[in-house]
């Protein structure tokens, strides 16, 4: 399921990353790859997603959360 249908609170891990070449290399520097872990702190209304990855937390716009498939841990 995309991020942006995930709950909140939930450990999730990335089982892939669609788009663009650039957007992958940029999903990839930030921590979120497929087989890496996240905690999603808080879904903004479709608008912006939060999630926490390796000790930081990153804020994603709708379109960035919408290509990332992931399923619970």
């Known amino acids: 399921m995309p991020l942006t249908e995930s709950c909140c609170h939930r450990r999730i891990r990335v089982c892939s990353v669609n788009g663009d ?5 940029r999903m990839a520097n930030l921590g979120v790859f497929p087989g890496s872990e996240l905690e999603l702190l808080c879904k903004g209304g479709g608008q912006q ?5 390796n000790g ?7 379109l960035a959360a919408s290509s990332i498939l992931v399923t619970p841990v």
């Open 21 to 25: 070449r650039r957007t992958c290399a």
């Open 56 to 62: 930081g937390t990153i804020s994603l716009d709708a």
């Open 49 to 53: 997603c939060m999630v926490k990855v």
